[in-house]
């Protein structure tokens, strides 16, 4: 009697090609997605640190009846840095938050602003 060979266990070429067209697939939707959503991300953390300024500074303005710069002008995620422009004799103010690191935002174009009228923009950004 002849001993049975082992037959092939592995996978052929062919179903090689299909996994990998269709991980590729996968990966060309997902990525793009995903980078998306990273950059909606670091958006909102710019978006937080103005709407943040302009509380302390609305809660100065109750205080001392006029606008002045508080400390801390940063993101949490250290992404944004917030400049304060102070107008009307400190009756107003304008907040512009610059990109200092993160991902190219072309929307974006890396600023931002709100006024202390609520004023906010641009568009794209919010």
């Known amino acids: 009697m002849r ?23 996968l990966a ?9 959503q ?15 300024v302009a509380q302390r500074m609305e809660r100065m ?3 001392d009846n006029e606008y002045s710069v508080p ?7 250290g992404l944004w840095e917030v400049d304060v422009s102070l107008q ?11 990109k200092v690191s993160g991902r190219d935002d072309s929307d974006c174009d890396g600023t931002m602003f709100l006024t202390h009228t609520g004023e906010r923009g641009p568009d794209a950004c919010w």
């Open 88 to 98: 009307n004799n400190n009756q107003g103010f304008r907040l512009e938050a610059d």
């Open 38 to 52: 990273v950059i909606r991300g670091e958006r909102s953390d710019g978006q937080a640190a103005l709407m943040s």
């Open 61 to 63: 303005y109750t205080r």
């Open 28 to 36: 060309s939707i997902a990525y793009p997605l995903y980078t998306n």
């Open 3 to 25: 001993a049975k060979r082992p037959g092939n266990s592995g996978f052929t070429l062919i179903e090689v090609m299909i996994v990998v067209v269709i991980v590729g697939i």
């Open 71 to 77: 400390g801390n002008l940063t993101s949490d995620q």
